[in-house]
């Protein structure tokens, strides 16, 4: 879960990175360039009933410790209890512990999901209910609690995802509604959340745009965004947090370039500027938010690849630093993740770099709380990649330490 940073900072819940189908078409399909295998050998020893396993036995971010630059996040009893959750294309739900001082993963548990394709999953402000898509052609959205000491999930109901091949979903400001984007039919749906966390029938469903690929509110959860990749635009919702519905905004959509795909949405954290992913052309987009009004106004758009770098790469997720200061997307095809210096006044971005996601197929990331962890999801190399990331320079280092997760699409923080 993106803990409360998601792709648009501390003020946001938990969102980030997906689509794809595994009932119907796919459409995340990407080929994937082969992998020396002697980066990543498999450890020895079996983790026990977790589903995931260890990959790199190195020392973690031992080095970073010690440099006393990264701080652990505290909370009233010391450091916080982090935990990371991630999904994918086989049918569980599996969660790791996080170590908040060398960010290192250990496997601790995981659960059979209700569906067949868990490829996005969300959780509460409260941390104390996590919610997955089941990415197929009758699109359904499960419910699960969060043991608040080990971060263990026990399924409490699933419900309609109101359409076809769910590909993301994220939970309102208010905890009160689960939004969910159908990639197949290009509709959205709210769910308002009920005693215990249970999901409930649609209390509004829209026709958002061609595979409508992410929903996501904005910090004030006034508004409602839904990227949709075959439209080639982001369709602008009204969103009524008491009654669960959402209307057209006065200005329906922001369109993209012909042929962009627009994928997923971050919000700054000062709630001024917005960065959209363009799954097709490999681009990034600025823009102005009008908090008032509920629109984006584009300020510029920045290619995610190397200059003059050729073969097949699409780009995948997008997240804002908690900080402000840093963009960052991934490339597949390339995999890779790029990292924009953000101007504070004008939101205009400089490109900073661009670091191997340790995989193939980067398809999501996600930040821990601090901004001081990266977690790579590779989706076709079956792992979930760590990174310390200096929030001074805007670099990325691997940890090692990486672990095995079956077709992983999605990985995401919380504290317990």
């Not at 905004?249 to 042929?259: D, E, I, K, R």
């Not at 949405?265 to 000062?270: D, Q, R, V, Y």
């Not at 190399?381 to 990325?396: E, H, T």
Request: proline share 6%; glycine share 14%; with cysteine.
């Amino acid at each position: 879960m993106k803990a409360l940073t998601s792709g648009y900072g501390l003020v946001a819940i938990l969102l980030a990175a997906s689509c794809g189908g595994s009932g119907g078409s796919t459409p995340d399909a990407s080929a994937a360039p082969q992998m020396d295998s002697s980066m990543f050998a498999l450890d020895a020893g079996e983790p026990e009933e977790t589903g995931a396993t260890p990959v790199d036995g190195s020392p973690a971010a031992s080095d970073a410790a010690e440099s006393g630059d990264v701080a652990a996040p505290v909370g009233d009893g010391g450091p916080m209890r982090l935990v990371a959750y991630t999904g994918g294309y086989a049918s569980r739900i599996t969660w790791f512990a996080v170590d908040s001082t060398t960010g290192a993963l250990s496997p601790s548990g995981s659960v059979a999901s209700f569906g067949n394709s868990p490829s996005f999953l969300a959780h509460n402000a409260a941390m104390t209910n996590l919610y997955a898509v089941d990415e197929n052609a009758t699109g359904r959205v499960g419910a699960y609690t969060i043991d608040p000491a080990s971060g263990a999930l026990t399924f409490i109901n699933s419900t309609s995802s109101g359409g076809n091949g769910p590909a993301f979903l994220s939970v309102d400001g208010t905890g009160k509604f689960v939004l969910v984007a159908n990639y197949g039919d290009g509709t959205v749906a709210v769910l308002p959340v009920g005693a215990g966390g249970r999901v409930g029938a649609a209390s509004d469903m829209r026709s958002a745009g061609s595979e409508a690929h992410m929903i996501i509110a904005d910090p004030s959860n006034h508004f409602v965004f839904v990227p949709c990749k075959g439209a080639d635009y982001v369709a602008q919702f009204l969103f009524d947090a008491a009654a669960g519905t959402l209307m057209p905004n006065a200005v329906p959509h922001v369109s993209t370039a012909h042929g962009a795909g627009p994928r997923h949405l971050a919000f700054h954290p000062n709630g001024r500027f917005a960065y959209l992913i363009n799954e097709l052309n490999s681009t990034m987009t600025a823009y102005a938010f009008d908090s008032t009004a509920g629109t984006l106004t584009e300020i510029e758009t920045k290619s995610t690849r190397p200059g003059g770098d050729g073969g097949t790469s699409t780009a995948a997720e997008v997240w804002v630093h908690p900080s402000g200061l840093w963009v960052l997307g991934s490339n597949r095809g390339d995999d890779s993740i790029v990292v924009f210096d953000v101007a504070p006044s004008t939101g205009k971005l400089t490109l900073k770099g661009f670091t191997g996601a340790g995989g193939a197929t980067p398809r999501d990331f996600a930040f821990d709380p601090t901004g001081s962890w990266l977690y790579a999801a590779d989706q076709d190399s079956d792992l979930v990649v760590p990174f310390r990331f200096d929030g001074a320079q805007g670099s990325l280092s691997a940890l090692g330490g990486a672990v095995a997760v079956p077709m992983v699409s999605y990985v995401g923080l919380g504290t317990l």
